[in-house]
């Protein structure tokens, strides 16, 4: 009698463990070694064999979307359940990709949807106000219908409602920035407005897909686009009030401005950050590049870079001490450098040509580009490892502009473009 209640005992206790994880497998001929599934926050590694096929279970506590990596393919996971995927063409990943187990018909769709969802309608953002907002919910309602046709389970459907929602949210909140493409004087009127703030923001449970988000952190740019980034940052401590969702936001938000500013007002919002980020993981990343540019501070050794001069000579930055140095970052891709700035340009090179200091163009790209500068006076260079020097400089956008010391310190790596800013900044180190 007890040993057939230990066997009931360890047959329901392989039962409820089988329940708390679903078996993933499958055969990718790719030339891959390694496959991976990203689920909410944690990666899970599979190795395939010599036969390319891979084999394991990934532990769940409910249903759930996911990443099938390197091919960044969204898949659905259901503890109890299983999925088998096969592909044998990295070019062609959309038709040798197929799904086998009784978790098929859900990846099959998503498959379907996500082919369909790629298919960019270059008139979409054309539709006036109202028009546009028609469209967006007419294309809610009917994917809803589609995916109810489907007869998926109730737990994948009462989701991917959802994340159809936050799809079309995601195409909904670039309408402002794409249509003045098409009219200039175009502004959100409340039509738009109340559309948008329909999606809730606070929905965590959306936290782990894409384009919840994109949808969320460009809401909140919406929002706050006149906002002071204090003002911001205050906006997303009263407004979210899902911990997850407030601490994505505010760790984006600080990290982006951080990347594109500097360190400008960074006690604050670091001090913002330390008291209302729970996620460590994200404090460690705005850490880091804090950490970055602490190095660009003024007072900092210039990090060195190799250059190309008008003539083909080669150089590094360290060689151009003994007169501040003033730098206009540039590249083609940018654009023509605006007329005004290159007015302001030789004024100022004309005013202190009698002074310790060297004008100079950089150039991130061929040196045939250094002819689209060469009226522009002052020395042009071309610098020779674009990638070393905007990842050392922390350059993101341009144009941008650098003011080093005679002795090849900083003063300003974000310095005022030619103005009567760039001005007073000379003035101050005795120019």
Not at 34 to 57: A, C, I, M, P, T
Not at 319 to 334: E, M, T
């Amino acid at each position: 009698m007890r040993s057939f209640v230990g066997i009931i005992i360890i047959i329901l206790f392989v039962a409820c463990t089988r329940n708390k994880s679903v078996q993933v497998s499958g055969r990718v001929e790719t030339g891959d070694t390694v496959v991976y599934f990203r689920v909410n926050d944690s990666l899970h590694k599979f190795r395939l064999d010599e036969k390319h096929y891979f084999s394991g279970k990934i532990e769940l506590e409910k249903g759930t979307y996911a990443r099938f990596i390197p091919y960044s393919i969204q898949v659905f996971l259901t503890p109890g359940e299983d999925l088998e995927i096969s592909m044998n063409n990295v070019r062609n990943v959309s038709n040798s990709l197929q799904f086998k187990g009784t978790l098929s018909a859900i990846n099959t769709y998503l498959k379907e949807q996500q082919n369909r969802y790629h298919i960019y309608d270059p008139n979409l953002y054309k539709l006036n106000e109202k028009d546009f907002v028609n469209r967006m919910r007419e294309n809610i309602n009917t994917s809803i219908v589609l995916l109810e046709a489907k007869n998926l389970g109730e737990e994948f459907t009462k989701q991917e409602r959802e994340r159809i929602r936050y799809r079309v949210a995601e195409q909904a909140i670039h309408y402002p920035r794409s249509h003045v493409a098409f009219d200039t004087l175009y502004k959100p009127g409340a039509l738009y407005d109340n559309f948008v703030s329909e999606f809730d923001i606070n929905n965590e449970d959306m936290l782990a897909f894409d384009s919840y988000q994109r949808f969320v952190l460009t809401y909140i740019y919406y929002k706050g686009q006149n906002f002071s980034m204090r003002r911001l940052v205050n906006y997303i401590r009263s407004n979210v009030n899902s911990v997850k969702v407030r601490d994505y936001l505010l760790s984006e938000v600080v990290y982006n401005y951080f990347q594109e500013n500097g360190l400008k007002d960074a006690d604050y919002l670091l001090a913002v950050c330390w008291n209302e980020v729970s996620d460590t993981s994200k404090m460690v990343k705005i850490k880091q590049l804090v950490d970055r540019w602490r190095k660009l501070s003024p007072g900092a050794t210039a990090p060195n870079i190799s250059l190309q001069d008008s003539n083909g000579k080669a150089l590094y930055l360290k060689d151009l001490r003994g007169k501040f140095l003033y730098i206009s970052v540039w590249a083609s891709s940018y654009g023509e450098m605006d007329k005004e700035v290159q007015t302001e340009w030789k004024k100022l090179v004309e005013e202190y040509k009698d002074k310790n200091i060297l004008f100079a163009t950089f150039c991130m790209g061929p040196s045939q580009w250094l002819g689209q500068v060469k009226n522009l006076p002052g020395e042009h260079y071309v610098v020779n490892n674009t990638y070393a020097f905007y990842s050392r400089y922390m350059v993101t956008v341009m144009p941008r502009y650098m003011l080093i010391d005679p002795e090849g310190r900083i003063v300003d790596v974000d310095a005022p473009k030619p103005s009567s800013s760039a001005k007073l900044l000379l003035r101050s180190v005795g120019l």
